[in-house]
T-cell receptor, first 113, second 117 residues
Framework: GENVEQHPSTLSVQEGDSAVIKCTYSDSASNYFPWYKQELGKRPQLIIDIRSNVGEKKDQRIAVTLNKTAKHFSLHITETQPEDSAVYFCAASKGQAGTALIFGKGTTLSVSS | GAVVSQHPSWVICKSGTSVKIECRSLDFQATTMFWYRQFPKQSLMLMATSNEGSKATYEQGVEKDKFLINHASLTLSTLTVTSAHPEDSSFYIC?????????????FGEGSRLTVL
């Protein structure tokens, strides 16, 4: 089955700096790669996703890149703000209706002002 | 976005009792729902895939007789933790996609925090 590795487990940055979180996946058939932000005690919230027919996607301060050959994808947050502090999870799946997401172990991002 | 709702949000029970958690898709039909478990400061671990009208598919290491899943309609899946023990204390989250294929986004319920005394 799919295995998703995520690094780093913790990341501390100064407000305004950029943050990068990296993930690798094992199943070459995976074609959907979302990123979720989770605040303590709450449900994960989708912040951006990318499908395998695209190499990069951007939404304001957030971008995701995908390298299918190397089977890795990354989350980039620019101009970080204290409210970006949370746990971020990458995930992968085949993107079909009956297929679950497999999550990475998460990255705790702390943005200090 | 689509709405998935879970109930209850919090539950405290005594060891040995059973607890039922409901997951509803409020504005779409979900032939498949997914149940995850999340221990403190850990990731979401897939427990099982719930299929409407048929048996659930459990992940390796998850006891199907302990975690009973019923998906009797296109908008409701239930997870029953039977004979709960303190080690079952966790955050349980359900999720679902809309019915069409190749629609990637997974919508999550609010989660249910179970504490077994």
């Amino acid at each position: 089955g799919e295995n998703v590795e995520q690094h780093p487990s913790t990341l501390s940055v100064q407000e305004g700096d950029s943050a990068v979180i990296k993930c690798t996946y094992s199943d070459s058939a995976s074609n959907y790669f979302p990123w979720y932000k989770q605040e303590l005690g709450k449900r994960p919230q989708l912040i951006i996703d990318i499908r395998s027919n695209v190499g990069e996607k951007k939404d304001q301060r957030i971008a995701v890149t995908l390298n299918k050959t190397a089977k890795h994808f990354s989350l980039h947050i620019t101009e970080t703000q204290p409210e970006d502090s949370a746990v971020y999870f990458c995930a992968a799946s085949k993107g079909q209706a009956g297929t679950a997401l497999i999550f990475g172990k998460g990255t705790t991002l702390s943005v200090s002002s | 976005g689509a709405v998935v709702s879970q109930h209850p949000s919090w539950v405290i029970c005594k060891s040995g009792t059973s607890v039922k958690i409901e997951c509803r898709s409020l504005d779409f039909q979900a032939t498949t729902m997914f149940w995850y478990r999340q221990f403190p400061k850990q990731s979401l671990m897939l427990m099982a895939t719930s299929n409407e009208g048929s048996k659930a598919t459990y992940e390796q290491g998850v006891e199907k007789d302990k975690f009973l899943i019923n998906h009797a309609s296109l908008t409701l899946s239930t997870l029953t933790v039977t004979s709960a023990h303190p080690e079952d204390s966790s955050f349980y989250i359900c999720s679902a996609r809309r019915g069409s294929e190749n629609t990637g986004e997974l919508f999550f319920g609010e989660g249910s925090r179970l504490t077994v005394l």
